[in-house]
């Protein structure tokens, strides 16, 4: 069993920066992000493959957010910078056990989720 533990959550001004760590219990194929705001769904952020480093972005972040992992910590992180109103969410760290984890961007295929840390980007 993979228990993926988020930390790094918090309130931020617009334009800020804050980074999400997610340590896991164990290796898996990929590792990713994926947020979901009050009254939406949830939505893809990033992901990262453990052994390659290839990483896939939403649109929304590309360019602000950038998500890597140490392997000897089995850790991921996510740099969250130039941070927007529409950026505040819950955000959920999650860990598949396959390469569709990596390119899919889709919750469905993702085997083992976080609690969630909250991130809160004031105007």
């Known amino acids: 069993q993979v228990q993926p533990v988020e930390s790094g959550g918090g309130l931020v001004q617009s334009g800020g920066s804050l980074r999400l760590s997610c340590a896991a219990s164990a290796l898996t194929y990929a590792m990713g992000w994926f947020r979901q705001a009050p009254g939406k769904e949830r939505e893809f952020v990033a992901t990262?493959?453990?052994?390659?480093?290839?990483?896939y972005y939403a649109d929304s972040v590309k360019g602000r957010f950038s998500i890597s992992r140490d392997n000897d910590k089995n850790t991921v992180y996510l740099q969250m910078n130039s941070l927007k109103p529409d950026d505040t969410a819950v955000y959920y760290c999650?860990?598949?056990?396959?390469?569709?984890?990596?390119?899919?961007?889709?919750?469905?295929?993702?085997?083992?989720w976080g609690q969630g840390t909250q991130v809160t980007v004031s105007s």
């Open positions: 999650a860990a598949g056990k396959t390469s569709r984890a990596v390119v899919s961007r889709r919750g469905e295929v993702m085997d083992y």
């Open positions: 990262i493959s453990w052994s390659s480093g290839s990483t």
